[in-house]
């Protein structure tokens, strides 16, 4: 069974973007080997917002360049996107069955309100934080909504020169 990956960075007060919608906070750390992060990657998982972030700034595709796209949105038509899958629903079911197929790491690029119902769903193996070292106060939030507590393990952490953190989990619930 393929994994799902949710990695993200986030400000220390939990947020994965500010309230505009910017990243501009989370500085570049050339410690990180995005290559070697993601070298097993061959499918990204966007939410509707992340896909059109990436669209408008080509710098936030981190992702192989032959990975396959899935974007989930009710509001894209997938003839003007011909580019990248667009699922309108079923979120969970859709993941699964990717999950099953043969292939590589699924990268959950984006946005919270997709890992969390992802989250709820058992579709998510790991959860790959890295903390920038700043407060926001205001944003979008790590995880959105969530009502349900999911216990993870800790499998590794690094602290990098600038003072971010990486923190990895499994999530022994998943399926």
Same mark, same amino acid.
């Given at each position: 069974?393929?994994?799902?990956?949710?990695?993200?960075?986030?400000?220390?007060?939990? #947020?994965?973007?500010?309230?505009?919608?910017?990243?501009?906070?989370?500085?570049?750390?050339?410690?990180?080997? #995005?290559?070697?992060? #993601?070298?097993?990657?061959?499918?990204?998982?966007?939410?509707?917002?992340?896909?059109e972030l990436t669209?408008?700034?080509?710098?936030?595709?981190?992702?192989?360049p032959t990975a396959?796209?899935?974007? #989930?949105?009710?509001?894209?038509?997938?003839?003007?996107?011909?580019?990248?899958?667009?699922?309108?629903?079923?979120?969970?079911?859709?993941?699964?069955?990717?999950?099953?197929?043969?292939?590589?790491?699924?990268?959950?690029?984006?946005?919270?309100?997709?890992?969390?119902?992802?989250?709820?769903?058992?579709?998510?193996?790991?959860?790959?934080?890295?903390?920038?070292?700043?407060?926001?106060?205001?944003?979008?939030?790590?995880?959105?909504?969530?009502?349900?507590?999911?216990?993870?393990?800790?499998?590794?952490?690094?602290?990098?020169?600038?003072?971010?953190?990486?923190?990895?989990?499994?999530?022994?619930?998943?399926?």
């Open positions: 069974m393929r994994r799902v990956r949710y990695n993200v960075a986030a400000s220390l007060d939990g #947020f994965i973007a500010d309230a505009e919608g910017r990243y501009d906070w989370i500085p570049p750390e050339p410690a990180i080997d #995005f290559a070697a992060l #993601f070298a097993r990657v061959d499918t990204v998982l966007l939410g509707r917002r992340s896909y669209r408008r700034d080509p710098a936030a595709r981190t992702w192989p396959r796209l899935v974007v #989930f949105s009710r509001t894209l038509g997938a003839a003007d996107h011909p580019e990248v899958t667009i699922v309108a629903d079923d979120a969970a079911g859709t993941v699964a069955a990717l999950r099953g197929a043969p292939g590589g790491d699924i990268w959950l690029y984006g946005g919270g309100a997709l890992f969390a119902a992802l989250l709820a769903a058992g579709q998510v193996d790991t959860i790959e934080v890295t903390v920038i070292p700043v407060l926001l106060g205001t944003g979008v939030p790590l995880l959105p909504g969530v009502t349900d507590r999911a216990a993870l393990r800790l499998t590794e952490t690094r602290v990098y020169p600038s003072g971010q953190v990486s923190l990895h989990y499994t999530v022994p619930r998943a399926r």
